[in-house]
């Protein structure tokens, strides 16, 4: 083998079994033209799309693009593409069989690919028999994301709206039986505005002792009374029914808010690049296989010629 090595050697194999190295070359390239031809393997095209997310809420410490990944690597979007398009028959696999699901999945992951770039984009590459269907089901699957990414938003969303829902629920509650009190109050007390009453029927006390006029003195001493008695209630209900009220606008405003992101129709990815039908197929590469069949072929054959004269020379040796 050492000796195969060596220039020398090598030109003298060369040398000696040119007519038998011609016609292995020449048969393996005549084989590998056939065996890669479109009769044995089925050529595909490939289709594409580079695109960016947008809109997307990453989870723990994944960014956008890792997010993304997660959505398009979901089983679930996998088998939508399979249904869409028919897949197991293109692939002829027996739907009826206990490992469809794995076969189906490992077959589809053969013909796609979907990776993240050095600029956080995703690179999306399809490959299949027919052009058109590789471009349909790039497209296809971008629009699965968006559904999928748009359903679970959604599902959080709602989730979101119930609660505020019921805390404005629970708000109206209490501002309810707040006012409700508070309306008792001014009915049977005649407590309107502690503040401001105390202060005029504190002068109007006054002025009716210095007048002397009972009617009237009696009237503001009974409405004191009831300011003294009740009016303490009164304003710290009226300070709780403000600050609740408050409250209740906020959670309004949330809510308001989360019901609108509730109903949009969003997208999440920004298409910089768009998939179009391939004009020219993508595998096999038949000009690589030519290639390397044909090397190998000549390769491995001046090993066999070496080995095969080397023993020769070492047969003629003995008998000498």
């Given at each position: 083998m050492d000796n195969f090595f060596k220039s020398s050697?090598?030109?003298?194999?060369?040398?000696n079994w040119k007519w038998h190295l011609l016609i292995i070359i020449g048969a393996a390239i005549l084989l590998s033209i056939v065996f890669s031809g479109p009769y044995f393997i089925k050529p595909k095209y490939k289709s594409y799309a580079i695109i960016y997310p947008s809109n997307i809420a990453p989870y723990s410490t994944e960014n956008n693009t890792e997010q993304m990944l997660q959505l398009f690597n979901s089983e679930d979007l996998l088998f939508d593409i399979v249904n869409q398009f028919k897949l197991y028959i293109e692939y002829n696999i027996d739907t009826t069989d206990k490992n469809y699901r794995t076969s189906i999945i490992q077959q589809l992951k053969e013909n796609l690919s979907v990776k993240k770039t050095e600029y956080e984009s995703v690179l999306i590459e399809i490959y299949d028999e027919n052009p058109n269907q590789a471009c349909d089901m790039v497209k296809e699957f971008i629009n699965r994301m968006n559904f999928k990414a748009r359903q679970l938003q959604r599902e959080k969303t709602a989730e979101v709206v119930k609660l505020l829902n019921?805390?404005?629920i629970d708000k109206r509650q209490q501002i309810d039986t707040i006012e409700s009190r508070m309306q008792f109050l001014r009915k049977e007390y005649n407590i309107l505005d502690y503040d401001i009453q105390v202060k005029e029927y504190s002068k109007g006390y006054v002025k009716s002792i210095s007048g002397g006029h009972g009617n009237a003195k009696n009237d503001i001493?009974?409405?004191?009374?009831?300011?003294?008695q009740y009016g303490g209630e009164y304003r710290l209900?009226?300070?709780y029914l403000l600050g609740l009220i408050t409250a209740y606008n906020e959670v309004k405003k949330d809510y308001d808010k989360s019901v609108s992101d509730l109903n949009k129709e969003l997208t999440y990815a920004n298409i910089v690049t768009s998939p179009v039908p391939a004009d020219r197929k993508s595998y096999p590469v038949r000009w690589l296989i030519i290639t390397i069949t044909t090397i190998s072929s000549a390769v491995l054959s001046l090993?066999?010629?070496?080995?095969l004269g080397a023993r020769r020379k070492k047969q003629e040796h003995i008998t000498q």
């Open positions: 050697s090598i030109l003298k194999s060369i040398l019921n805390e404005l001493s009974s409405t004191l009374d009831n300011l003294k209900l009226d300070s090993m066999l010629f070496s080995l």
